[in-house]
Structure formats: C-alpha cells, structure tokens
T-cell receptor, first 111, second 114 residues
Framework: QKEVEQNSGPLSVPEGAIASLNCTYS??????FFWYRQYSGKSPELIMS??SNGDKEDGRFTAQLNKASQYVSLLIRDSQPSDSATYLC???????????WGAGTKLIIKP | EAQVTQNPRYLITVTGKKLTVTCSQN?????MSWYRQDPGLGLRQIYY???????DKGDVPEGYKVSRKEKRNFPLILESPSPNQTSLYFC?????????????FGPGTRLTVL
C-alpha cells in the first residue's frame, strides 16, 4: 500500500460543476495535509492546507479532513477550465520532517 | 520578487559525467528540499535540509549528494549520472517554525542522461 494514494484520473467535470478530489494516507499520526495544483510542465503551487478534522474553505476551494478514516479531500465549486491541472496531495510523516506526496489526480474541466 | 531559482532548466548529459544542479532562494527559508518527479510516481524526496550544514536523506537518495553551506543555496550533485536518473527535478523551500508551511518550488530542471 502506498503511503499517500490518489486516483490518477483523468477526472472529467463539466464547467460550473463541483469537482471532488480524494486522497487517502496510511500514517495514522500525520498532522499536516496539503493540496497542490500543478499545471502541465510547471511547478506545484499550494492550494490549501488543513491541520484539523472538518472543513476548511477558501474561495471556491474546500478541503475536508477525516483523520479517523485517514482521508482528505478537495472540493472545487463552480469549476472553470483554468482549474484543469494535476492536483497533488501531500502528507507529513510522523518520524521526521518529510512530506509524502501522492502521484496526483489529473482534472479536466470541460467547457 | 520572492522566488526559488534552479539552473540549468534543461540538461542532456551522458552516463558518468558529473553534474551539479543549482538551487537558490531569496526568502531566507530554513528548509530546502530536492524532489524528482516521474510519471505515475509523483514527487519523491531526494534530500532535504533543515538549515545550514544540516542535511538528511529523503526516500530516494542513492546516486545524489547535496550540501548546504549557505542558507540560500542547496545544490544537487550527481557524481556519476545514470540513465535511471533521467527525470524532472524540483527544488523547494519553506520557512520552518516547528510546523509545516507552504513549500515554494523552483521552475524545475529536466535532466536526460544518455
């Protein structure tokens, strides 16, 4: 089992709909969770960070964390073609100062 | 402008020819890291540094060396590159206050080893 797992996609969503991206992790004591967006050929950039159970909203983006289920998700409301990218989930390791990254989910927003 | 710079951006080399990829940040960040990104495998950490003269192995350190003599610079050295080191490399930095903060990434270096 990978330490951080994401569905590779592609996930195709109509413009204006809600895109839902999921990530599961194996380390029960992880405390820090991040969603990064990566456009093709570009470097990752931070979208959301979340540290406690529940929802965290920032504009059209909502991160949801459920530590009991070891599950973190990213919702994108009113999806736009510019949201088409690969979304990377990153989780800290308990034992040292490392982030472990999922392989990413490719999201395609269809006009 | 706050940024992380990497050089070169593209490099084609041959097996065994030593090379260095430079990384520099102007944000006075304590934490710096090198990743490689391969299709289907995501970002994998090679080495990281918590501060000057403090470095540690990530998940895939074999075949790589790093040094942190100055806070702003964190070069990645491939002493004897091999074709399996063909990859997209990213340098990243972040402030560190005991918790994880946003990592800022450089533009990437695409390395091909023939």
């Amino acid at each position: 089992q990978k330490e951080v797992e994401q569905n590779s996609g592609p996930l195709s969503v109509p413009e204006g709909a809600i895109a839902s991206l999921n990530c599961t992790y194996s380390d029960r004591v992880s405390q820090s969770f991040f969603w990064y967006r990566q456009y093709s050929g570009k470097s990752p950039e931070l979208i959301m960070s979340i540290y406690s159970n529940g929802d965290k909203e920032d504009g059209r983006f909502t991160a949801q964390l459920n530590k009991a289920s070891q599950y973190v998700s990213l919702l994108i409301r009113d999806s736009q073609p510019s949201d088409s990218a690969t979304y990377l989930c990153a989780v800290n390791k308990d034992s040292n100062y490392q982030l472990i990254w999922g392989a990413g989910t490719k999201l395609i927003i269809k006009p | 402008e706050a940024q992380v710079t990497q050089n070169p951006r593209y490099l084609i080399t041959v097996t065994g020819k030593k090379l260095t990829v430079t990384c520099s940040q102007n944000m006075n960040h304590e934490y710096m890291s090198w990743y490689r990104q391969d299709p289907g495998l995501g970002l994998r950490q090679i080495y990281y540094s918590m501060n000057v003269e403090v470095t540690d192995k990530g998940d895939v350190p074999e075949g790589y060396k790093v040094s942190r003599k100055e806070k702003r610079n964190f070069p990645l050295i491939l002493e004897s590159p091999s074709p399996n080191q063909t990859s997209l490399y990213f340098c990243a930095s972040s402030s560190f206050d005991g918790t994880y903060n946003e990592q800022f990434f450089g533009p990437g270096t695409r390395l091909t080893v023939l």
